[in-house]
């Protein structure tokens, strides 16, 4: 293979891109949650219990869950789920594998996501929330359009202590921000 055909396409596999999530993601979705930092997104423990997650979150509706997808391989997952038609409103959430943080990526899908949803899903509002101590996920939310609108304070009480939350949504009317998107298969 020609050198820079070859490199092209590593450019192109090194870039993650989003797809539905399928039964054959279990196993990575198993390693994913183990880890002390994905202990508010649930528990699974077992591989029974990341196949019923991955069946729960594959069925379209309610929701659209989305695999980040790199080389094949589930890393992250980002979620517009609890979806109200009657008001055009649905809640925002993702996760990264501990292996693949702080390159951008989530960023990346989550402003994907959130175009997707408010213009092909024609939702007009999408929320989010995140623990006043996890300012990556912040960070993530203000790359994907977010806009904080305020603090529920001391809502969590997380190993005794009392956590604030801070609430963002984006707007279909909002200005869409200039972080790159990934692509999206769907
Ligand atoms: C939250 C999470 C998804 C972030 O993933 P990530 O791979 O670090 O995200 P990105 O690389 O896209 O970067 C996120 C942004 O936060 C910033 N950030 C990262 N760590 C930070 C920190 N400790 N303080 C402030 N900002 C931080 C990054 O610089 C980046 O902002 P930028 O684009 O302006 O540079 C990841 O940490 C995770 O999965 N955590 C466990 C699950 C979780 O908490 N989910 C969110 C629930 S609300």
């Known amino acids: 293979m020609p050198e820079a055909r070859s490199r092209g396409l590593r450019a192109v596999s090194d870039l993650p891109r989003l797809r539905v999530i399928e039964e054959r993601d279990a196993p990575a979705v198993l390693d994913a949650f183990d880890d002390d930092d994905m202990r508010r997104q649930g528990t699974i423990r077992t591989l029974e219990e990341a196949e019923n997650w991955v069946s729960f979150m594959g069925g379209r509706g309610e929701r659209l869950a989305l695999a980040i997808d790199l080389g094949g391989h589930m890393v992250g997952a980002v979620v517009v789920s609890s979806i109200d038609q009657e008001n055009e409103t649905g809640w925002f959430w993702y996760w990264m594998h501990r292996d ?36 990556a996920s912040g960070g993530v939310a203000r790359a994907a359009g977010f806009i904080q609108e305020g603090i529920e304070r001391e809502k969590f009480l997380v190993n005794g202590v009392r956590i604030d939350v801070h609430t963002y949504a984006r707007l279909a009317t909002d200005p869409w921000p200039e972080t790159p998107r990934l692509p999206l298969d769907l």
């Open 100 to 135: 693949h943080r702080g390159k951008g990526w989530m960023s990346r899908a989550a402003v994907t996501l959130a175009d997707h949803a408010l213009t092909e899903m024609f939702l007009h509002r999408l929320e989010l929330g995140h623990r006043a101590n996890n300012p």
